[in-house]
């Protein structure tokens, strides 16, 4: 009982000795003379660092919208220029097309245009060697007609007839050689005007003379012999 007594007497002891700082405390908290305590709770430090990272969220944010906004823009730009390239290509297979066809046409027209020039040149040697074959004969019918005169006034008539014969022929066929250098030499010319056409491009003006008429000077040169 005396042990039972000592610990129940030992435990009012510590609990009075913690009651005591408690109301002291509490007393010198407590408004003196009616005063108004103006004490503040110091601020919770978990407040600002929660809005330092909302700031920050904020800002990466808005740096994430403008980068979204400056990427659309990119894409936008890129959709544009490859419109344009696809529509020059277009272009530039049309243009290679056309190119391509006038080449050809203008490869056809020169060689038709070096045909027509290969029957010119056969031509105007037939005209020549013509008015050669010409030329022989007046000389050959006015030497005979001389030789004539001397002999007989009879022998005359016929040379003449024989010369006026032959004469008459060559021009005719003169003539029809003329005719014809003529019409090769007109298609010739208008097959040129599209090779001028296709020249200009490298400043070279390209031109067709036709070949002067023999026949002219056949004409001249027989009414001379005669």
């Known amino acids: 009982e005396q042990l039972q007594w000592a610990l129940n007497a030992s435990q009012d002891k510590s609990g009075q000795k913690a009651t005591i700082p408690a109301a002291k405390a509490k007393s010198l908290a407590s408004p003196k003379n009616g005063e108004v305590s103006k004490f503040e ?3 919770r430090l978990g407040d600002k660092a929660t809005d330092a990272q909302i700031a920050r969220l904020k800002e990466v944010e808005g740096r994430a919208a403008r980068a979204d906004q400056l990427l659309q823009s990119a894409i936008d730009r890129e959709a544009v220029s ?3 390239r696809m529509s ?3 272009q530039l297979d049309e243009n290679e097309g056309l190119i ?3 080449a050809q046409q203008l490869d056809m027209v020169q060689a038709e245009l070096q045909e027509r020039l290969r029957q010119c040149e056969a031509l105007e040697r037939t005209l020549a060697s013509a008015l050669v074959e010409a030329a022989a004969a007046v000389a050959a019918g006015a030497a005979k007609s001389c030789k004539v005169d001397v002999v007989q ?3 005359e008539g016929k040379a003449c007839s024989t010369s006026a014969g032959i ?3 060559l021009l005719a066929r003169i003539a029809e050689l003329e005719a014809t250098l003529e019409g090769v030499t007109c298609g ?3 097959q040129s005007q599209a090779k001028t056409f296709a020249s200009q491009k490298n400043g070279e003006v390209s031109t067709f003379e036709p070949p002067p ?3 002219d000077k056949a004409a001249s040169l027989i009414a001379a012999s005669s």
């Open 41 to 43: 709770p110091p601020p």
């Open 82 to 84: 490859a419109t344009e």
């Open 88 to 90: 020059l290509r277009e």
């Open 100 to 102: 391509q066809g006038l």
């Open 153 to 155: 006034e009879a022998g």
């Open 167 to 169: 004469v008459p022929e």
């Open 188 to 190: 010739a010319k208008d």
């Open 213 to 215: 008429r023999l026949g």
